[in-house]
């Protein structure tokens, strides 16, 4: 008997555990993958309605998912398609699938009515049946446009048709930080220095109006047409206070992966990380684990880093104490990381540039000394 069949058999002999929830563990990790589930949304799915109970999804209309009835990836996401387009057809034209995970897909689509192009942010059918989904997506679309900053990305309409609930967004054709990054490597700080100013006001304006984005990265920060840096997906914002573990694991502050609560310092955590990444290429910590990310963030950024040597000196200062491990030690409100950024990049920036006009100014010196020498040795034969 393979190790999971024993486990689930030890596990039939627990009245705790309801048989639904037996189900679909054996389906999930049953020995022939034909017999398991086709994706990790129809997994999640399937586990929630079991942990909820059928008697208590009866009245909204959700039937129970029959293991006779799963498809596989290709059929799946080709009917998801199908019932997307049907139910926003008359409003949108879908182009190309942007991006997809277990919960939903982004889009670019075609405004029929504008005659402009946009992104179109949709759950994916079966979870928009759970109205616990829908009321996240409504509650997500509501939130960003409360706050309404010019970088941060607004939305532009939320709709439920026909079963499908998504809402739009300008399209941003730069991609994302991330790909700016892959593409071209370390940016220099005449680039991050103004970007991230304007990205902290945005910030500063959520946190102001009290809500903490907690999954500040580089794939959520998208590029405009003029290329200027804009905050994005707010799926998991919420207010201070509230705790469990979320966000991203290289970003995430210590007291996220603790699961204490949470205010807006772990924001500021995060865009600090940003802020290496982008002057870098590389994470300020690098681990797969949150215990042993714990680890490396005490342990504090390895300057020595050929990579990590690039970052100026006063940047460095900045970046080591918006990434302290105990939050006391860093910076206490986001209005104060953002004047410190301020005067961070701007002096740095001042200090490179006076080196540069002192350098220029000792090879003129060297250039008239070096022609004074050659004028001289064409006067001495004449003397």
């Known amino acids: 008997m393979a190790a999971g069949e024993e486990t689930l058999t030890a596990l039939d002999g627990h009245v705790d555990v309801p048989r ?18 086709p994706s990790v949304a129809a997994l999640l799915h399937t586990l929630d309605r079991a942990i909820g109970g059928e008697s208590s999804l009866a009245g909204l209309g959700v039937r129970p998912v029959m293991p006779a009835q799963e498809t596989d990836p290709a059929t799946a996401a080709a009917q998801q398609e199908a019932r997307l387009r049907a139910a926003t057809g008359l409003d949108y034209e879908l182009m190309e699938r942007l991006g997809h995970g277990a919960s939903g897909a982004v889009w670019k689509a075609r405004d029929l009515a504008l005659n402009r192009e946009v992104a179109l942010k949709a759950l994916h ?25 010019p970088r941060i990305v607004p939305v532009l309409e939320f709709a439920e048709r026909s079963g499908v609930a998504y809402f739009t967004m300008p399209l941003t054709p730069g991609g994302s930080l991330a790909d700016l990054v892959a593409a071209r490597g370390p940016l220099p700080l005449s680039e991050v220095g103004p970007e991230l100013e304007a990205l902290l006001d945005g910030v500063s304006s959520a946190h102001a109006a009290g809500v903490v984005h907690r999954d500040l990265k580089p794939e959520n920060i998208l590029l405009d047409r003029s290329g200027r840096w804009c905050l994005a997906d707010f799926g998991i914002a919420s207010a201070p206070g509230e705790s469990g573990a979320a966000g991203t694991l290289a970003f995430a502050a210590p007291e996220q992966l603790r699961g204490v609560p949470q205010d807006e310092g772990v924001d500021r955590y995060a865009i600090a990380g940003v802020a290496f990444f982008a002057l870098t290429g590389h994470l300020p910590f690098i681990a797969h684990d949150p215990e042993l990310q714990l680890w490396r963030q005490q342990q504090g950024i390895d300057w020595s880093a050929s990579w990590a040597s690039r970052v100026p000196a006063p940047a460095r200062a900045w970046i080591a104490r918006a990434l302290a491990f105990n939050a006391a030690e860093r910076f206490p409100t986001t209005v104060a990381l953002q004047e410190a950024w301020v005067e961070t990049w701007r002096s740095a920036l001042a200090t490179d540039q006076a080196a540069s006009s002192d350098e220029g100014r000792g090879m003129d010196a060297r250039r008239g000394l070096r022609e004074l020498l050659k004028a001289s040795k064409r006067l001495l034969p004449s003397l």
Do not use: Y
């Open 125 to 149: 059918p079966e979870i928009a049946q759970d109205p616990r989904a829908v009321s996240r997506l409504r509650r997500e679309a509501r939130l960003v446009a409360s706050l309404a900053h």
């Open 20 to 37: 639904s929830v037996r189900d679909v563990l054996r389906k999930a990790t049953a020995m022939d993958p034909g017999d398991r589930f």
